[in-house]
């Protein structure tokens, strides 16, 4: 409770008994009481609206990211069938000739002089 020991409390309902008085302090506490449960109560109706709101957001963000995925799909199965055709043509390209470098000795040319 706030890092306060059952002995500092006494001494500070001791205190407040001097300064406040007998008489006054049922009625401070009732206020003061009253006032903490107003402010537990603002405090968890801020954090249910709070969760609320992040719930919300977070269905978005889920239905948002459903919807890429099916414009990524969307724009995959064109490129898949393509694929298939860009295969066959890089296939025959490659019995034109090589495309890839054969440079194996990295010295700029072709040929292969160790």
């Known amino acids: 409770m706030f890092g306060i020991g059952p002995t500092e409390l006494i001494v500070i309902l001791v205190i407040a008994l001097l300064v406040i008085g007998p008489k006054k302090l049922p ?4 206020s003061l009481g009253k006032g903490l449960a107003e402010f537990r109560r603002a405090t968890s109706d801020i954090t249910t609206e709070l969760d609320n709101a992040r719930i919300v957001v977070q269905d978005q963000v889920e239905q948002a990211a ?6 990524i799909d969307k724009k995959r199965a064109p490129a898949s069938s393509q694929a298939g055709s860009s295969e066959a043509e890089s296939s025959e390209a490659g019995k034109a000739g090589p495309d890839i470098d054969d440079d194996k000795d990295g010295d700029g040319d072709k040929r292969n002089d160790d």
Do not use: C, E, T
């Open 27 to 30: 009625d401070l506490a009732k």
């Open 66 to 71: 459903s919807a890429h995925d099916k414009n």
